[in-house]
């Protein structure tokens, strides 16, 4: 089992940064590729971002593409979302997720958080 703890969510203003960050526990030993997902009321859960474990590759949302970038230090068990130039309609729960395959294009993600939430307003 794999545990994820997502923190760093808070109230922000149009234009400004936030870094989310995702804490694994448990099986961490294993390699798990991790993405970034986000709910906003009313709408379905989307893909944000994805990182590989192996060699670090990354992929990307359009939304969200050339303002977050994903990272992820593999010694802390930790993996970071850091969204700049934030919109309202980056207002969202966002969730943190694990997926055995290493592959950021894999869709199947078998483990999440409970998501933080991120509310850009003015």
């Known amino acids: 089992q794999l545990q994820l703890v997502e923190s760093g969510g808070g109230l922000v203003q149009p234009g400004g940064s936030l870094r989310l960050s995702c804490a694994a526990s448990g099986r961490t030993s294993s390699i798990y590729a991790m993405g970034w997902f986000r709910q906003a009321p009313g709408k379905e859960r989307e893909f944000v971002a994805a990182i590989s474990w192996s060699n670090s590759n990354t992929y990307y949302a359009d939304s969200v593409k050339g303002r977050s970038t994903i990272s992820r230090d593999n010694a802390q068990n930790t993996v970071y979302l850091q969204m700049n130039s934030l919109k309202p309609e980056d207002t969202a729960v966002y969730y943190c997720?694990?997926?055995?395959?290493?592959?950021?294009?894999?869709?199947?993600?078998?483990?999440w958080g409970q998501g933080t939430q991120v509310t850009v307003s003015s």
């Open positions: 997720a694990a997926n055995p395959s290493d592959n950021v294009y894999y869709t199947q993600y078998d483990y």
